[in-house]
């Protein structure tokens, strides 16, 4: 199975400050890598997908990068109703599998 | 708009059955695969199981974890989706969510509210 790897597990930062997540994939996936948001206590979002398409309803400030096998989910400007987890996923080959999580909080 | 609900929860003994029920609404359910993915308390999200559509011969995949104990099926005419789940186990404790892949490239782009499922003796 393909591993993802998401670092850091946990990071705080403060409002309209860059905050940039990773997730390093055990092989390579291509662009085949989405980014998920968890806020508290609700269910997962889909927030990108391909690697840098902005799934429906999502703000510009979130946007997704790779390089290599290495992946980044940056948001531009933090605003308090990004807080929650974040999740990477990949769909290049079965079992399709997610990062460990990274909690973003707010300082 | 979407809707995906699921039903049939609870608290089950070891070695006991419950099956998951989902309840979908507002997409072309027949045309997209179906997946449950769960989460145990306080951790990250796992893979279940996965139905793809008609087109693609209701292709099903297991976690290893679960393989041999779950079945995951679907009702085109009702647009349902199933998780029967067999000789649990107190790790198969975890909220699980039914998920939907629209984008037909498997990502998961819709996600129910999900249902609890507690295996204790």
């Known amino acids: 199975d393909i591993q993802m790897t998401q670092s850091p597990a946990s990071l705080s930062a403060s409002l309209e400050e860059i905050v940039t997540i990773t997730c390093q994939a055990s092989q390579n996936i291509g662009n085949w890598l989405a980014w998920y948001q968890q806020k508290p206590g609700k269910s997962p979002q889909l927030l990108i997908y391909?690697?840098?398409s902005l799934a429906d309803g999502v703000p510009s400030r979130f946007s997704g990068s790779r390089s290599g096998t290495q992946y980044s989910l940056k948001i531009s400007r933090l605003q308090v109703e990004d807080i929650g987890i974040y999740y990477c996923?990949?769909?290049?080959?079965?079992?399709?599998?997610f990062g460990g999580g990274t909690k973003l909080e707010l300082k | 708009e979407v809707q995906l609900v699921e039903s049939g929860g609870g608290l089950v003994q070891p070695k006991g059955s419950l099956k998951l029920s989902c309840a979908a609404s507002?997409?072309?359910?027949?045309?997209?695969?179906m997946s449950w993915v769960r989460q145990a308390p306080g951790k990250g999200l796992d893979l279940v199981a996965d139905i793809s559509s008609k087109s693609y011969n209701y292709a099903t995949y297991y976690a290893d974890s679960v393989k041999d104990r779950f079945t995951i099926s679907r009702d085109d005419s009702q647009s349902m989706v199933y998780l029967q789940m067999d000789n649990l186990k107190t790790e198969d404790t975890a909220l699980y969510y039914c998920?939907?892949?629209?984008?037909?490239?498997?990502?998961?782009?819709?996600w129910g509210q999900g249902v609890m499922v507690t295996v204790s003796s």
């Open positions: 391909g690697t840098t």
């Open positions: 996923q990949q769909a290049s080959s079965t079992p399709w599998t």
């Open positions: 507002g997409f072309d359910f027949n045309s997209y695969g």
């Open positions: 998920t939907a892949d629209t984008t037909g490239i498997d990502y998961f782009d819709y």
